[in-house]
């Protein structure tokens, strides 16, 4: 319970901030539209390169998620698609309503099977590198900083991107569980370091059984 009540008192302080204590939203409606219709000849890189790499952080949870969905009453697609849509804010709530699921039961489907392959993992690794990259070579931070300092769509941006790597362990630990990992280093590795050890734990760690079910008792 405390855990539940936990995410969604993240939930609504997040919302609660952005509306009422972030940077007033600068009224550069064409520019937001540019940047929505991606033309970005003047928006700065380091923009871009987070605001994309969130894109990343929804594929990294989709690779969790739909295995932990597989025990829940909840259907986890449903959050998957409310976090396209608003980020974070679309994805703590199945994270508030899920319980611990560190088994994992039935046939792995197609759709399964795309999320669990090392390919998946390393195709979401690679483009995250290439947009860090990215903004890392051709981004200007001091502007940056002053755009976090100011625009209220940056200054939220920036601050899901970074829950979206505090929340991360909530699904590790029976993510691991449901492939076998018992070691508790791995699980410290990858939730200590941020987005690189998720990314790294996605191409490496173990695939799911194919079909596994639970045996009945026969009776006696």
């Known amino acids: 319970m405390a855990r539940k009540i936990g995410f969604w008192a993240v939930w609504v302080g997040f919302i609660g901030y952005v509306l009422l204590l972030a940077p007033p939203f600068q009224p550069d409606i064409a520019r937001l539209q540019n940047f929505l219709a991606g033309n970005w000849a003047d928006i700065n890189p380091w923009v871009i390169a987070i605001f994309s790499m969130i894109g990343m952080w929804i594929m990294i949870y989709c690779g969790v998620i739909f295995a932990d969905g597989r025990g829940q009453r909840i259907p986890a697609w449903a959050f998957v698609l409310a ?9 703590i709530p199945y994270l508030a309503l899920r319980e611990p699921n560190p088994t994992f ?116």
């Open 83 to 91: 976090s396209i849509g608003s980020g974070v804010i679309g994805l």
């Open 105 to 220: 039961e039935g046939r792995k489907d197609k759709w399964l099977r795309f999320w669990d392959s090392r390919w998946t993992g390393l195709a979401i690794a690679f483009s995250t590198l290439f947009f860090l990259a990215f903004g890392l070579l051709f981004g200007n931070w001091a502007d940056f900083v002053s755009e976090f300092q100011t625009s209220r769509f940056i200054h939220a941006m920036t601050l899901a991107f970074c829950l979206f790597g505090l929340l991360f362990p909530a699904l590790l630990g029976d993510d691991m569980a449901r492939r076998g990992l018992k070691e508790s280093w791995v699980f410290w590795a990858v939730a200590l370091v941020p987005l690189l050890g998720p990314l790294a734990y996605f191409c490496a760690r173990p695939q799911l059984p194919a079909t596994v079910y639970t045996e009945v008792p026969s009776a006696p």
